[in-house]
């Protein structure tokens, strides 16, 4: 099995940052794609920022010159790195990887959620 586990949230104010991580754990045997999802209240979860394994980032619309997804692959981490906050970045994140526990056969894992808060 792999973990994954969150770390970073908090209440910040408008047009503060915020630096989350997502560290993966247990029977790898190598990370593939990772990324970070968010679901505020009531909402679906969407996709926020991925990151290949060569470094390929993809970013939604409304995060592009503000968050910066990156990885460790010696650490089996990855990062969300928010700035300039907004309260509509309201939600709990959610990392995501794609992880080999053997040579052939592949799963996707989520962590447990991280909350921000951006408000006055």
């Known amino acids: 099995q792999v973990q994954l586990v969150e770390s970073g949230g908090g209440l910040v104010q408008p047009g503060g940052s915020l630096r989350l991580s997502c560290a993966a754990s247990?029977?790898?045997?190598?990370?593939?794609?990772m990324g970070w999802y968010r679901q505020a209240p009531g909402k679906q979860r969407d996709l926020v920022a991925t990151i290949t394994n060569g470094g390929r980032t993809t970013y939604t619309d409304s995060v592009k010159g503000r968050f910066t997804i990156s990885r460790d692959n010696a650490k089996n981490t990855v990062y969300l790195q928010m700035s300039s906050l907004r309260p509509e970045d309201t939600a709990d994140y959610y990392c995501?990887?794609?992880?080999?526990?053997?040579?052939?056969?592949?799963?996707?894992?989520w962590g447990q959620g991280t909350q921000v808060t951006v408000s006055s």
């Open positions: 995501n990887m794609e992880a080999y526990t053997g040579a052939f056969f592949s799963q996707d894992y």
């Open positions: 247990g029977s790898i045997f190598r990370l593939s794609k």
